[in-house]
């Protein structure tokens, strides 16, 4: 990355604001932005649930408007920064697309593909490597994820609490 007045932290807020977004919606708060030439030119923000889609994570999308911006698939050049470890399918995306480098802030235990479970991103059995740098701002990256999943099971527990006290155990009928 060329020398500016902006850094990784600078990009990483702009995709937790991003994933803020998420979040406000009802969706996993996992934000990114690709940033070529000091600028961003891609951003979004998870879809999964709203869209109904499996493929609506938060890297596919700005991967998709990154190429729409350039013209090309190729994203040479690129940098691509989201508040979560990519998983193995936006892995993926990243090394056929060409990204340059991905900047992440949490590490994903369960799905994490640029390092925590394997890495994708830096295989040499690839034709493209990317150059990872993890954990930027990974305390405000996890805490919003661990926030959000906490205030879900809540609300789940609460809904069960509430469908409990409806159905009339001795009757066996809901009341």
Known sequence: MKDTPYSDRDFMEKAIEEAKKAEKIGEVPIGAVIVKDNEVIASAYNLRETEQRSVAHAELLAIDEACKVTGSWR??????YVT???????SGAIVLSRVERVVY???????????????????????????IS???MKEECGSMLSSFFRALREQRKEEKRRKKETFD???????
Not at 75 to 80: A, M
Not at 84 to 90: I, N, Q, S
Not at 114 to 130: C, P, V, W
Not at 169 to 175: K, Q, R
């Open 84 to 90: 979560l470890e990519p998983c193995a399918m936006c």
């Open 105 to 131: 802030g949490a590490s994903d235990p369960k799905g994490g593909c640029a390092g925590t479970l394997m890495n994708l991103l830096d295989d040499a059995r690839f034709n493209h490597q990317a150059e």
């Open 75 to 80: 994203l040479t050049g690129c940098t691509l």
């Open 134 to 136: 993890r954990g930027v």
């Open 169 to 175: 155990t001795n009757s066996g009928e809901m009341l």
